[in-house]
Structures are given as structure tokens and as C-alpha cells.
């Protein structure tokens, strides 16, 4: 059943179109990361992780993989049925890194409040924001509450860089740098929902669907909560048989291909 009645096309970026198998996507991840020396478990382990990304929706997680970085924060919770679970994976910066390199390969600029030049100051220029920038804080610019995603941020860190004794803030290498280790540190809290009061998973349900049947402005597009685009973007890959990848993103890994001398990826059909 699909929740919104929209099809990939609605989630899935323009030209975004040459399809290739899960399979095919992650064997070519494994054979990658073992000819850099990474063992066959942690391979597979990071290939899923990254193949995981794509098969939602979230490309700039993917394959393509400052003072303060993305930092993000996530919640999973438990609904009724698991059409209700509650999943939120997001960035206390503007946008994922990940995003601005999308745009970056395909040659575009990035909308105002992505990312900033060495100044600080917002650029639209991919190429500066990746290499000599770095991102701006949720909100953009302090006039429209930007000053609210850099607190998001901070909060991030001390969770996971400072109470871990792990790299923090500009002490953070930049992510095309490979001269040292990251040393990013995590945090994870887990919470047990029955040890406040029963019921939640019902009350998480309703509370969802409250969300999803409110009046959109838009007819076009529903109200939609945390976890819906991925399940209906997973879901139309499975009817598609594989995940749906931009020309300029294979060209890419065709090259990677060539130079660590494994097989590049089998592309089923050119949507």
C-alpha cells in the first residue's frame, strides 16, 4: 500500500536514471573497500551501511560519501504496525555534506544558506563550501534562526565528541582528507517506553497519523512524518529491482573502478 500515492519519481532527483540491483551495488562496494586493506566483515559491514542510504532515498549519504560539521542527531521509536515507526536521521547543519558534493559533481550551485565560503560568509559555490568551507547551521543565516542550529550542533558534540574523549569541533579532520584517523565519537542512549507507561507503541500511531491526515497547502503533496519517504522510496525499489543512480555519479565510480582495477557495475536499464 503506498502512503502518499506518489511515485519514485517525486523522490528521487532528476536524471536520476540508470538502474543497478542492490546486489550488484554492494558487491561492488565490498570489492572497493578490500583492495584499500579493509577486511572482508568490515567491508560488508560499511557496504551495507552505505548501499542502506541509497535504497531510502538518502543519496548524499551513500556512495558518496570545519568547526562544526554535520552533526546529526537521530530517534527511532516504535509504532503500532511498523508503517507507524517514528525514524528520524537528521543533520544539525543546513543539509548533509553529502548534498552540496551531489552538486558539486553535477556542476550546479547550491541554494543560498547551504554552505559558506572561508569567511563565513554563504556561498553557492560547491566547490568552495567542500574543499575550503564548510556548512551552515540549520536555520542558515543567524536572521532566520540559525543561531538555533549551531546550539543543535554544540549539543551534538558534547554528546559525542567531548564526553567520548573523541575529536571535536575544528579538531574534527575535513572528510577528503585521509592522512589521519577520523576518530568521531557516538552516542547512543536506548530508552525503554514501558518503564514510564504502558501503551506507547498505540499512542506513537495515533499521534502519526494525526500528523499525516492534517490539510496540506499543497493537495500535490500530503503531510507526510519521519520514516515515510524512506519505507515508499525502499518500497519502489523493490518494484524497480534495483536503485536508480544519476549518469554523473557512475561515470565516477567507473573511474574509481579503473583505478583500484575491480569490476564496475552491471546497470540493468536506463530508466
Known amino acids: 500500500m503506498s502512503y502518499h500515492g506518489r511515485k519514485l519519481s517525486h523522490y528521487t532527483p532528476a536524471g536520476y536514471s540508470q538502474l543497478i540491483s542492490t546486489a550488484e551495488v554492494k558487491k561492488f562496494c565490498i570489492q572497493c573497500l578490500e ?4 577486511q572482508s566483515k568490515h567491508a560488508k559491514a560499511l557496504s ?25 542527531i537521530t530517534l527511532a521509536a516504535p509504532g503500532k504496525v511498523p508503517e507507524d515507526h517514528f525514524v ?32 563565513g560568509k554563504t556561498s553557492v559555490d560547491p566547490n568552495l563550501v567542500v574543499t575550503k568551507g564548510g556548512l551552515m547551521p540549520l536555520g542558515g543565516e543567524e536572521e532566520n534562526s540559525g543561531y538555533k542550529g549551531y546550539g543543535l550542533g554544540m549539543l551534538v558534540e558534547i554528546l559525542c565528541g567531548i564526553i567520548t574523549d573523541a ?28 518503564a514510564f507507561a504502558p501503551g506507547f507503541e498505540q499512542r506513537l500511531s495515533e499521534y502519526v497519523n494525526i500528523m499525516r491526515n492534517l490539510p496540506p497547502v499543497d493537495s500535490q503533496k500530503p503531510v507526510v512524518v519521519p520514516g515515510d519517504f524512506e519505507r515508499e522510496h525502499m518500497k519502489e525499489c523493490d518494484e524497480l529491482g534495483g536503485i536508480p543512480y544519476p549518469p554523473v555519479l557512475i561515470e565516477s565510480l567507473n573511474r574509481l573502478a579503473d583505478q583500484l582495477k575491480v569490476d564496475k557495475m552491471k546497470i540493468i536499464k536506463i530508466l
Not at 35 to 38: D, H, I, Q, R, T
Not at 65 to 70: C, Y
Not at 89 to 98: C, P
Not at 167 to 194: E, H, M
Open 48 to 72: 551495507d551501511v552505505l548501499v542502506a542510504g541509497d535504497y531510502r532515498g538518502h543519496y548524499s549519504h551513500g556512495l558518496n560519501r570545519l568547526a562544526v560539521g554535520t552533526n546529526p
Open 88 to 119: 528520524l536521521d537528521m543533520a544539525t547543519s543546513a543539509v548533509a555534506l553529502g548534498k552540496i558534493e551531489m552538486s558539486r559533481r553535477r556542476g550546479i550551485e547550491i541554494p543560498k544558506g547551504w554552505g559558506a565560503d572561508t569567511d
Open 167 to 194: 575529536a571535536f569541533g575544528p579538531n574534527v579532520r575535513r572528510w577528503l582528507s585521509t592522512d589521519k584517523p577520523a576518530n568521531l565519537g557516538q552516542s547512543f542512549l536506548a530508552i525503554d517506553p514501558k
Open 35 to 38: 583492495k584499500v586493506g579493509a
